[in-house]
């Protein structure tokens, strides 16, 4: 049976010698089935993928995004630095992000984003080269200008997300009451935008009646993968970013931001003084409360177990991470030597000396999260480091105003 095989193969070999076709092209090739239109759960289960991000953990990487809020609310501040983030790399606010080319169509206020994106540049200390921005406002209700569009975006290119801001600026003469118009305006999105752009996110208002939900028909809702409210305290002005939905996958915890002023490189010709804008800068303040969150003892005493093992054996972060966060310097240590480090501050009751490791391994694991949570440390491919000890490209002064240049 071996030398018929052989045979068969030497002879498979000799055809294709004598041809210019491939040996594929000669061997036969099985063919691929198309799956069944049934599947059972079992095979379904086994295959499963977990949800891939455009910014982890906050926006999926495909589907349809809306961000709202009422007038003031700076929800629009909050989309731009999305926006900026995956133009250029760098992480949100330590969620890492996937890189792509960025389209802005803006409603209103053209000439203002401008000083924006510039303050954010200045935040971050890099530019935003595949950040784009429309002249005008686009109408989702009009095939023949939405044909033009999409050629654009094809030229563009690697397009990872299209922002809409806001969403009843660019439907035109559409009634966001009306289930049937944003049918359309639906049908157009997935016809002349989505095959060009893996995530369309738009910016919408709160209901005239309520600051919890977007206005507009329910038919918009439905339609989302994932929602988000901002909203601002009177008081305080502490944005809050809170999930509404989130369709694939477990709802993020809310985030909380401050408005922090930064003098751009543009220039007033009135005044002939640089101006100035808003960039937002995640805190731990909540609500009307302006002080920060106290930090429990282990968390303290873990967080300085990682500033201890890397004034003792850190290293300087790799490119891509410097790169990623904006640093400029930054030391770091691999995971285990936090642990290492973490252990010897961290009691726990226990005589059994297996016990007390094992206690200890789910207490750091516990902290270590917490202190994510909070952007007090990042931990990413296995560097651990405390982005408020690394310097970026620009630093901030003693009032937190003005950016300096890092020295």
């Not at 906050?58 to 809306?66: A, D, F, R, T, V």
């Not at 035109?172 to 049908?187: I, N, P, R, T």
């Not at 005044?271 to 804008?277: A, C």
């Not at 094992?358 to 994510?372: H, P, Y």
Request: charged share 30%.
């Amino acid at each position: 049976m071996s030398d018929l095989i052989e045979k068969a193969i030497n002879t498979r070999l000799n055809q294709s010698q004598n041809t210019d076709k491939p040996i594929n092209a000669i061997v036969p090739q099985k063919e691929t089935q198309p799956k069944p239109f049934l599947q059972p759960f079992t095979a379904l289960i086994k295959d499963y993928q977990p949800p891939k991000w455009l910014v982890k953990g906050i926006i999926p990487n495909q589907g349809l995004i809306e961000f709202f809020g009422a007038s003031g609310s700076f929800k629009s501040f909050i989309v731009l630095d999305i926006g900026y983030c995956i133009s250029t790399g760098i992480s949100w606010h330590g969620h890492e992000v996937k890189q792509g080319n960025v389209v802005y169509f803006a409603g209103e206020g053209h000439h203002g984003l401008i000083s924006r994106v510039n303050a954010l540049q200045r935040h971050y200390g890099k530019p935003p080269d595949g950040f784009y921005r429309s002249e005008k406002p686009i109408n989702l209700s009009d095939e023949k200008e939405l044909q033009e569009i999409s050629e654009y975006l094809k030229q563009i290119g690697n397009i990872q997300l299209v922002i809409i801001d806001t969403l009843h600026r660019n439907s035109g003469e559409s009634d966001e009451d009306s289930a049937k118009d944003f049918a359309k305006v639906l049908k157009n999105i997935d016809k002349y935008l989505a095959p060009y752009a893996k995530v369309i996110m738009w910016v919408h208002h709160t209901g005239h009646g309520t600051k919890e939900r977007s206005r507009g028909t329910s038919a918009r809702y439905a339609s989302l993968d994932a929602c988000y409210l901002i909203k601002r305290d009177d008081d305080s002005n502490i944005i809050e970013m809170k999930c509404t939905k989130m369709k694939d996958a477990e709802e993020p915890k809310p985030m909380m931001f401050e408005m922090e002023s930064i003098e751009t490189e543009l220039i007033n010709p009135d005044t002939n003084e640089q101006i100035r804008s808003l960039v937002p800068v995640k805190t731990d303040k909540t609500g009307s409360t302006t002080k920060d969150k106290p930090l429990t003892k282990r968390q303290k005493d873990v967080l300085s177990a990682l500033r201890l093992a890397i004034k003792n054996d850190g290293r300087e972060l790799p490119a891509e991470i410097k790169e990623r966060e904006g640093f400029i310097e930054g030391r770091g240590v691999k995971l285990e030597q936090w642990r290492d480090e973490a252990y010897k501050v961290i009691d726990v009751d226990s005589d059994d000396e297996k016990s007390k490791m094992e206690a200890k391994k789910k207490a750091f694991q516990r902290v270590r999260k917490e202190l994510k949570e909070r952007d007090k440390v990042v931990i990413y491919d296995e560097w651990c480091y405390v982005p408020s000890d690394c310097k970026r490209k620009y630093q901030r002064d003693k009032q937190g105003q003005k950016p300096i240049k890092g020295e």
